[in-house]
């Protein structure tokens, strides 16, 4: 099976996620709204031995950085599609595009012919104004974070929805459609791909429905097929394609996907036998002071970091365990250099499904320290991530000049096991049940200690947690499921006041009394 790597790429600033396999001449994949490069994978492996495929997540979707502005126009995602083609110093390459990503395909085969060798789409939608209009604000409601966590019950229903009906609000008989409805495991993928970028998920479709002057079409110049499946709903737009040119060839499709990959198959062959290799620049070093994002290798599976050049020390800043990843805007960088990874399983570390115990984690983030690095090492760590501290020292020995603490959880056996129990349920239902019962978990863990019995003695005095923030935990407990039980079985061990006491480094502790469990915390610094 041929390896797909894992990058990312900087854009004018912004961080773009991109997918590559193989050799050969380029072919770029542009993935559908609201999924990322991830849904390529069979296809990647498909055509790895004959071509370079690269399939990039385009703005604010899957792991690339969003454009500024809203809203945002099919052509607009185009040309931040050609800057990252220019950024890969890609020359030519035939291009493959669904639905959304067909429209942006089309508007790069449109606007740079000379550099375009093909152009397939799987499902050109040919909107009119008058469904411009219809669809607009009806089938793109805001999904904005609930108090309550009702919009993941509306989630759950919405996607399941759309196997039923097209557009998916629309309940009469006449917009039925007769394909497969969604499986349990089918509807919690596409949940996740919505849940990936919250309210930013109306900006590829609605830049689909908005465009509705398709004269594109009529001047492509390359070898163009335009292919529509039976079981597509916009199978409906296949005759709104007349007097196209004679090297743009329309076709229906009623075998589904395979049998339009194996019509490719020999197109694409007699259509790319002249076009060059691609042959990949190196990446220019960045530039000092600024953030770049890469992918490391580990054993526990890609892992994603941002990282920093600076100088006096190297920070090493590890988000707490089942929370949402640290930023660069998150933190005060100063003149230090720094590194904050993903964990593994969270953000966009989460592709992996192995065992995340700390015999796995660990390694993992040493891995994220560059070999040549002859900086004084800091190791922060937000949370439960306190207990991958002791063994992080022991590896780095003499390396690590101090430890900062950020409101560490220092628990009892017995308060561990309590913990433990009363994780949120990861058994995924018809439902989608288990969605609100890993919100009331995150939501009600900042109202109690989530260590002690539900009572008055476990209520904490504080503010009531903003959705937003809940929500982004929330989507951290959801990529982990299963394994958030070890994870946090791991990094709660009734031994870790003592072994963090026992460290041979400097030792801070930071943090308010409010979040600070019976003043243990404060006691392990003093």
Same mark, same amino acid.
């Given at each position: 099976?041929?390896?797909?790597?894992?990058?990312?790429?900087?854009?004018?600033?912004?961080?773009?996620?991109?997918?590559?396999?193989?050799?050969?001449?380029?072919?770029?994949?542009?993935?559908?709204?609201?999924?990322?490069?991830?849904?390529?994978?069979?296809?990647?492996?498909?055509?790895?031995?004959?071509?370079?495929?690269?399939?990039?997540?385009?703005?604010?979707? /899957? %792991?690339?950085?969003?454009?500024?502005?809203?809203?945002? =126009?099919?052509?607009?995602?185009?040309?931040?599609?050609?800057?990252?083609?220019?950024?890969?110093?890609?020359? +030519?390459?035939?291009?493959?595009?669904?639905?959304?990503?067909? !429209?942006?395909?089309?508007?790069?085969?449109?606007?740079?012919?000379?550099?375009?060798?093909?152009? #397939?789409?799987?499902?050109?939608?040919?909107?009119?104004?008058?469904?411009?209009?219809? %669809?607009?604000?009806?089938?793109?409601?805001?999904?904005?974070?609930?108090?309550?966590?009702? @919009?993941?019950?509306?989630?759950?229903?919405?996607?399941?929805?759309?196997?039923?009906?097209?557009?998916? %609000?629309?309940?009469?008989?006449?917009?039925?459609?007769?394909?497969?409805?969604?499986?349990?495991?089918?509807?919690?993928?596409?949940?996740?791909?919505?849940?990936?970028?919250?309210?930013?998920?109306? *900006?590829?479709?609605? &830049?689909?429905?908005?465009?509705?002057?398709?004269?594109?079409?009529?001047?492509?110049?390359?070898?163009?097929?335009?292919?529509?499946? @039976?079981?597509?709903?916009?199978?409906?737009?296949?005759? +709104? !394609?007349?007097?196209?040119?004679?090297?743009?060839?329309?076709?229906?499709?009623?075998? /589904?996907?395979?049998?339009?990959?194996? /019509?490719?198959?020999?197109?694409? &062959?007699?259509?790319?036998?002249?076009?060059?290799?691609?042959?990949?620049?190196?990446?220019?070093?960045?530039?000092?002071?600024?953030?770049?994002?890469?992918?490391?290798?580990?054993?526990?599976?890609?892992?994603?970091?941002?990282?920093?050049?600076?100088?006096?020390?190297?920070?090493?800043?590890?988000?707490?365990?089942?929370?949402?990843?640290?930023?660069?805007?998150?933190?005060?960088?100063?003149?230090?250099?720094?590194?904050?990874?993903?964990?593994?399983? @969270?953000?966009?570390?989460?592709?992996?499904?192995?065992?995340?115990?700390?015999?796995?984690? #660990?390694?993992?983030?040493?891995?994220?320290?560059?070999?040549?690095?002859?900086?004084? $090492?800091?190791?922060?760590?937000?949370?439960?991530?306190?207990?991958?501290?002791?063994?992080?020292?022991? *590896?780095?020995?003499?390396?690590?000049?101090?430890?900062?603490? @950020?409101?560490?959880?220092?628990? =009892?056996?017995?308060?561990?096991?309590?913990?433990?129990?009363?994780?949120?349920?990861?058994?995924?239902? +018809?439902?989608?049940? %288990?969605?609100?019962? *890993?919100?009331?978990?995150?939501?009600?863990?900042?109202?109690?200690?989530?260590?002690?019995?539900?009572?008055?003695?476990? +209520?904490?005095?504080?503010?009531?947690?903003?959705?937003?923030?809940?929500?982004?935990?929330?989507?951290?407990? $959801?990529?982990?499921?299963?394994?958030?039980?070890?994870?946090?079985?791991?990094?709660?061990?009734?031994?870790?006041? &003592?072994?963090?006491?026992?460290?041979?480094?400097?030792?801070?502790?930071?943090?308010? *009394?409010?979040?600070?469990?019976?003043?243990?915390?404060?006691?392990?610094?003093?």
């Amino acid at each position: 099976m041929t390896q797909i790597q894992r990058r990312f790429v900087s854009v004018n600033g912004r961080q773009v996620h991109y997918r590559i396999a193989g050799s050969g001449p380029a072919l770029l994949l542009i993935h559908q709204s609201p999924q990322n490069s991830r849904m390529w994978a069979q296809m990647q492996q498909r055509y790895a031995d004959r071509y370079t495929v690269i399939a990039p997540d385009t703005p604010g979707f /899957g %792991y690339s950085d969003a454009l500024p502005g809203n809203p945002m =126009t099919i052509a607009e995602f185009g040309a931040a599609t050609l800057q990252f083609v220019d950024a890969l110093g890609l020359q +030519r390459f035939a291009v493959f595009g669904m639905h959304t990503g067909g !429209l942006i395909a089309t508007w790069l085969a449109w606007a740079n012919p000379s550099r375009v060798a093909a152009l #397939v789409v799987d499902g050109y939608a040919a909107f009119t104004p008058q469904e411009s209009t219809l %669809y607009g604000d009806a089938y793109l409601p805001p999904f904005l974070p609930q108090w309550d966590g009702s @919009h993941l019950r509306w989630l759950w229903s919405r996607m399941r929805e759309q196997k039923y009906y097209f557009p998916w %609000y629309d309940g009469r008989a006449e917009a039925a459609m007769a394909i497969p409805p969604q499986t349990t495991e089918s509807s919690r993928e596409t949940v996740m791909d919505v849940l990936d970028v919250g309210d930013t998920y109306r *900006a590829g479709y609605a &830049a689909a429905f908005r465009h509705n002057d398709h004269h594109w079409l009529g001047e492509l110049q390359m070898p163009s097929w335009l292919v529509y499946r @039976h079981g597509d709903p916009l199978l409906a737009h296949m005759p +709104r !394609l007349r007097d196209l040119p004679a090297n743009v060839t329309v076709l229906e499709e009623p075998n /589904g996907i395979p049998a339009m990959q194996d /019509g490719m198959d020999g197109w694409l &062959a007699q259509t790319l036998a002249n076009e060059p290799a691609f042959v990949e620049a190196a990446a220019p070093a960045p530039a000092s002071n600024t953030w770049q994002r890469r992918i490391i290798t580990t054993g526990a599976g890609d892992m994603a970091v941002w990282e920093r050049a600076g100088q006096g020390v190297l920070r090493l800043c590890l988000h707490a365990p089942g929370t949402r990843p640290l930023s660069p805007l998150q933190i005060d960088a100063g003149d230090s250099a720094w590194l904050l990874p993903d964990l593994p399983g @969270h953000g966009a570390s989460c592709e992996s499904e192995g065992a995340l115990d700390a015999a796995t984690v #660990v390694p993992a983030l040493l891995a994220a320290i560059p070999a040549d690095n002859a900086l004084p $090492l800091v190791i922060e760590a937000h949370g439960a991530a306190a207990g991958y501290v002791p063994a992080l020292v022991q *590896a780095l020995g003499a390396a690590v000049a101090e430890v900062v603490l @950020h409101s560490p959880w220092l628990l =009892t056996a017995e308060e561990q096991a309590l913990l433990l129990q009363g994780l949120p349920s990861t058994v995924i239902d +018809r439902a989608g049940g %288990y969605l609100c019962d *890993a919100w009331q978990w995150e939501r009600e863990r900042h109202l109690l200690w989530p260590w002690l019995p539900p009572s008055a003695a476990a +209520r904490r005095r504080v503010d009531a947690p903003a959705p937003a923030r809940v929500h982004d935990n929330v989507v951290e407990l $959801l990529r982990l499921g299963s394994r958030l039980h070890g994870l946090l079985r791991d990094v709660t061990h009734p031994d870790l006041a &003592a072994r963090l006491r026992a460290l041979p480094v400097p030792l801070r502790v930071v943090g308010d *009394a409010e979040s600070d469990y019976q003043g243990r915390a404060a006691a392990l610094s003093a």
